[in-house]
């Protein structure tokens, strides 16, 4: 297989979308208001909602997972006054196919409804990310789309450009297929990886105040990074946490009352 085609061929299994169990979980204490919303794209979105009143707080899930997910955090949050809105993105929970069909995506099309979704439904007061779905949000803000007075960042996904040189190695790529292969990968999404640097973006002083939520013990987001991105963020701090890996972050107990009280937090 020539460079050029095994480049296509493993941008076109970087977009596949995962779906170990840990991405299905479902986390909601219970069903909320469900709704179809049609958001400008070319397909409505699955939202749900819990609460009547009150800010706005968004949670946006990762790459592969869903809003039942990161449903964890409604309780307290409606419990301390706020609305929570959660959606699944295209080709995610029950959200129909996007552009790349069933069962592909990529982060630009994840921050497309993100975004779309806050031009239908109003600004946050605050957001909760998990793993992309914090460079999704942290990117809807620098670019101006998005307003927040609080962000949280849980398990945040690792910078993409040294996750794609982790990708070709294990696929046995040269050093020049690999640059095709993001090559083609940014031309096919219409965003560069650098879109998806946390850091950066922290480092930009365009986000709100944020907290960010690492486990030392995550195999899929490296914890030196989200040591960096708070290091980077002059607005930023970090709380680590110890065996909750990447997605059994999402329920502890401690780490949801960390997240609420820096929503709520005057």
Known sequence: MTPKLAAKAA??????????????KDNRPSPGRLETIEVGLSQPLAVERWGDAGPLVYL???WGGWRGQVASFVTPLVDKGFQVVAADAFSHGDSPAGYYGATHSCG????DCFQALVGRLGQPYGIIGHSLGCANAARAIVDGQVQAERLVMVAA???????????????GFSQRTT??????????????????NIMAMAATGLLPPGLVIHDQADKEAPYQEAVEIAEHWPKGQLLTTHGLGHHRILIDQAVIQAATDFIAEQ
């Open 11 to 24: 941008t076109r299994l970087w977009q596949r979308l995962p779906s170990n169990a840990g991405r299905r």
């Open 60 to 62: 946006v899930h990762g």
């Open 108 to 111: 630009g099309e994840m921050i």
């Open 157 to 171: 996904s690792p910078e993409m450009r040294g996750q794609a040189q982790r990708f070709g190695r294990a696929l």
């Open 179 to 196: 640059r095709l292969m993001v090559a083609q990968m940014e031309n096919f999404t219409q965003r560069t990886f650098d879109d998806f």
